[in-house]
C-alpha cells in the first residue's frame, strides 16, 4: 500500500469512529484494527504497530471518562499522537550554525538516492542564503563524480573530487581542508553506498569519518525497500554516529511505512524527505505537519513557507477565498508556477483521489468555466447554489460532468474558507478559545475546571501582558 491509500485507510477509520452513534469497546477495537491493518500493509514494524495499538487502549479507558467529554474527539486525538511518534524519536534534530564550517558526511546503500540527496541539501541551504559545497569521495561506484559535478553545475554550487586518487580518505579530507579554508558553510560529503554486509565498505566509512570529523552524519534512506529499512539503519547506526536521517523516493509511489518507522532503529531524528527527481523536490520534516498531510488535514504553516520560497501570492492560499473566483485564481496561479505538488498536499482537504492535482485543478477550473459572474463573484459562495441547485444542473452540463462533481467543487470551496479563517485568527494573534480547547487532553481540560476557567485563565493572562 502506498502512503496516499495509507492515509486514506486511516481517514476512513476515523471516519467510521465519527458515525458511530455510541461509542463503546467494540467500536474503539474495529476502529484499531482497522488502523492497524493499514499500517502492516504499508511495510511499518509489526512491534511499532502494536505499540501504538497497546498505547491508545492505555490512554483511552471508555469507563473512566467523565460525562461530557467528547469520546470520538479523544480518541481521535490519541491515535494522531500515536502516528506522530511514529516517526518522530523524541530527538532534536542537529542544525547547522552561521557563520561556521558546518561538516555533513553523508551515509546509505548503493542505489538510495544519496549523490542526489547531497546535491537537493546543498541547492536547500544556498537559496536560504548559506555558502555551501560538495565533495565527492564515492571511489567505488563508476561515475559518481560525473554525476555529483553534472548535478553541482547546474545548481551552480563549488565541488571537490578527483578522477585520479582511489582513496575516499584523501579526497574527503583534502576537499574538506579547502573548503574550510575559503570559509564555507555547509560542507557536504558524499561517500560510497554501501550494504550492511561489505564489512570493508563499512571500515572505510568509518576511516572518512575519523578523518573529517563531521558534524552531522546523515543516512539517507530510501522509502521503496521495506522493512528490510530497519536492518540496515541498525548496521549504520552501529557502526557510526548517524545523527539525522533523510528518506527519499517519498512521491507517493512508495510505501514508505517501513522507512518512516525504521527512524525508532537509529533513534535519529528525520530531517529532510525528498519527494521527486527534481533538484527542489526536497522538504523539511515536521512529524505533526506530515501525519496531517497524510490524513489531508493540509499544512497551513508549512503552506505559507512554501508560497514565500516560491514567491507566490500568500494572501490567495491562506486568507482564503472570498469569491469562488478567487479559488480560481488560485489553482491558476499554482498552475502557471509549476508548483502543485509541493503545495496541493499542504491545502486542507485537497484531495485529488489518486490522480495527479494538476488534472484535478484543471478539472475544478473547468467547472468554474460554467459558472456565471454572478455565480463565481457571489459573496455567499456555495450558499447560492444550495438555494438554486437548478444552477448545479446548469453548470454540470455546460462543463460535461456529472452534478456530484460541482457538488464536490463547492465543497471543496467551503473547506478552504473555513481552513483559512482559522488561519487568519491566528495569523492576526487572536487567541481561538475552541481551537486553543481542542488542542488540548480533554482529560486535563475537564480537571481544570472546563473552558470558563480557560478562558479566565487566559485573560488574567493577556492583562499581565499589556
Sequence with gaps: MVLADLGQKITSALRYLSNAIVINEDVLNSMLKEVCAALLE??????????????????????????????????QCAVFKELVQLVDPGVNAWNPTKRKNNVIMFVGLQGSGKTTTCSKMAYFYKRKGWKTCLICADTYRAGAFDQLKQNATKARIPFYGSYTEVDPVVIAAEGVERFKSENFEI?????????????????????????????????????????????????????????????????????????????????????????GEHIDDFEPFKPQAFIKKLLGMGDIEG?????????????????????????????????????IPQVSQMIPNFDSKGNDPEIAMKKYMTIMDSMSDQELDDKTGSKLFNKEPNR???????????TSAVQELLTKYSQFVKHADKFKCLNKGRIDMNQLARLMDPRFLHQIGGMGVLQSMMKRNVKGMK
Design 392 to 402: 448545479i444542473q446548469r453548470v454540470a452540463r455546460g462543463a460535461g460532468v456529472a
Design 187 to 275: 560542507i557536504i560529503v558524499d561517500t560510497s553506498g554501501r550494504h550492511k554486509q561489505d564489512e570493508s565498505l563499512f571500515e572505510e566509512m568509518l576511516q572518512v569519518s575519523n578523518a573529517v570529523q563531521p558534524d552531522n552524519i546523515v543516512y539517507v534512506m530510501d522509502a521503496s525497500i521495506g522493512q528490510a529499512c530497519e536492518s540496515q539503519a541498525k548496521a549504520f547506526k552501529d557502526k557510526v554516529d548517524v545523527a539525522s536521517v533523510i528518506v527519499t523516493k517519498l512521491d507517493g509511489h512508495a510505501k514508505g511505512g517501513g522507512a518512516l518507522s525504521a527512524v525508532a532503529a537509529t533513534k535519529s531524528p528525520i530531517i529532510f524527505i525528498g519527494t
Design 303 to 339: 503552506l505559507v513557507d512554501k508560497c514565500k520560497e516560491l514567491k507566490l501570492d500568500v494572501n490567495i492560499l491562506t486568507h482564503g477565498p472570498s469569491t469562488i473566483r478567487n479559488m480560481y485564481e488560485a489553482f491558476e496561479m499554482l498552475i502557471e508556477s509549476s508548483s
Design 42 to 75: 504499508a511495510d511499518v514494524n509489526i512491534k511499532l504497530v502494536k505499540r501504538l495499538r497497546e498505547n491508545v487502549k492505555s490512554a483511552i479507558v471508555l469507563e473512566e471518562i467523565p460525562p461530557g467529554l467528547n469520546k470520538k474527539k479523544m480518541i
